[in-house]
């Protein structure tokens, strides 16, 4: 068992619907990112949270820490949305990430 | 700032042939990392630097796989010799102490 999972793997919605992806882990962690890949690979960190809730912009990601598990929330879906996110957690004890396998949302129009 | 700096961006070689892949991390980031990412595996860190030196390689995959940092503005992946399984999007990332990385755009390694 991978010590971070994400669901669903896969995932479409029609433009203007509400996304929600799950990340678990199995391990301790000091912070855990959210991350965007869109076609043609370029990855960009979207968040990092150690507790709560963060926004930006159409984008939440909330985490709790007791139950292991973070929710990465997209409001108004667009199709230029249409990506690969990847959330990965962050042990602390040094600088490595542990890599969720993905979830590729395809929004429609 | 210019970003993370990886090149070549796609790499099309020979089995058996060394490959050799750089990265110029964001100018005043102290953390480097190198990543590869497949279909099946997903994301998986290699190797990261902090202040030139390696701190961690137990992700490198085996002795054909060496990583440098001569400087602080430079880094280099090789693969000698190359093997098909090796064909992946080789990802660089640096970091401050803000923990949040940036990464490259990376690079496309098909070995044939």
């Known amino acids: 068992k991978n010590e971070v999972e994400q669901s669903p793997q896969n995932l479409t919605a029609q433009e203007g619907e509400f996304i929600t992806i799950n990340c678990s882990y199995s391990?301790?962690?000091?912070?855990l990112h959210w991350l965007q890949q869109h076609p043609g690979g370029g990855i960009v960190s979207l968040f990092m949270?150690?507790?709560g809730k963060k926004k930006h912009g159409r984008l939440i990601a909330t985490i709790n820490i007791q139950e292991k598990h973070s929710s990465l929330h997209i409001t108004a879906s667009h199709p230029r949305d249409s990506a690969v996110y990847i959330c990965?957690?962050?042990?602390?004890?040094?600088?490595?990430?542990?890599f969720g396998k993905g979830t590729l949302l395809t929004v429609n129009p | 700032d210019a970003g993370v700096i990886q090149s070549p961006r796609h790499e099309v070689t020979e089995m058996g042939q060394e490959v050799t892949l750089r990265c110029k991390p964001i100018?005043?980031?102290?953390?480097l990392f190198w990543y590869r990412q497949t279909m099946m595996r997903g994301l998986e860190l290699l190797i990261y630097?902090?202040?030139?030196?390696?701190?961690?390689d137990s992700g490198m995959p085996e002795d054909r796989f060496s990583a440098k940092m001569p400087n602080a503005s430079f880094s280099t992946l090789k693969i000698q010799p190359s093997e098909p399984r090796d064909s992946a999007v080789y990802f660089c990332?640096?970091?401050?102490?803000?923990?949040?990385?940036?990464f490259g755009p990376g690079t496309r390694l098909t070995v044939t």
């Open positions: 949270l150690s507790s």
């Open positions: 630097f902090n202040n030139n030196v390696p701190i961690d």
């Open positions: 391990v301790g962690i000091s912070a």
């Open positions: 990965a957690a962050w042990k602390g004890s040094n600088y490595k990430l542990t």
């Open positions: 100018s005043g980031h102290d953390y």
């Open positions: 990332a640096s970091s401050s102490s803000s923990y949040e990385q940036y």
